[in-house]
């Protein structure tokens, strides 16, 4: 197990199986950099214990009882969005993935990943790094091109300064919140913005808007 993290990792369990909390606060109750601080069994709880604790990193798994992991991160990175998210999960279809990295998540590894790789993983995305499953990463990053290449996110009005700059941001993954951060501006500002910006581009859903970035770079 590696040490060297000066500051234990604030984690937040959230699996609505007993015994795979117990596995994993097993496993992380073995290294000195990750600190377990919560457990959640419901998306209700994790955004509730994100708030109450807020952790450094969320690990996170895609089903859960009363609604999917992915609604319960776009929630916290709505109200905490120094959180990082990270998925555990045993699903591995292209839409689930993108899902979770449309949803401002950090990365998305398969359970049968192997301990030292989870540990290394909680690591990289405490520092801000991305993760993605190796077994899926190539697959998806195709799908995403493929998405980003299609020509129908043309426009023939032109966006404001202001307008690409929160375009920009929605693609890195930012939150309304955090955009209305980073540009000094309020919450319904950077959603009046996002309103515009979609019906110039004839768009519905924030995926859209970043496969129209993507293609546009």
Not at 162 to 174: N, S, Y
Request: aromatic share 4%.
């Amino acid at each position: 197990m590696t040490t060297s993290h000066a500051k234990p990792i604030r984690l937040l369990l959230v699996d609505d199986h007993a015994v795979v909390r117990l596995g994993l606060r097993t496993l992380f109750n073995r290294t000195t950099t990750i600190q377990i601080v919560g457990e959640a069994s419901t998306m209700h709880e994790a955004v509730k214990e994100s708030v109450r604790l807020a952790p450094d990193v969320i690990l996170m798994d895609i089903r859960l009882p009363d609604g999917s992991g992915v609604e319960a991160c776009r929630e916290i990175r709505e109200v905490q969005p120094h959180a990082r998210v990270l998925f555990l999960t045993s699903f591995s279809d292209d839409d689930t993935v993108l899902s979770t990295v449309f949803s401002g998540a950090s990365g998305y590894l398969l359970k049968e990943v192997d301990s030292e790789a989870l540990i290394r993983a909680i690591e990289a995305v405490a520092k801000g790094e991305a993760i993605i499953d190796p077994a899926v990463k190539a697959r998806v990053l195709s799908r995403f091109q493929a998405e980003a290449n299609q020509g129908k996110l043309a426009t023939n009005e032109p966006l404001s300064p202001q307008e690409q700059r929160v375009l920009a941001l929605v693609a890195k993954g930012h939150t309304n919140k955090e955009i209305a951060t980073l540009l000094n501006l309020s919450d319904k500002t950077v959603r009046n913005y996002l309103h515009n910006t979609f019906q110039k581009l004839r768009i519905s859903r924030r995926t859209e808007a970043v496969a129209w970035f993507t293609r546009s770079l």
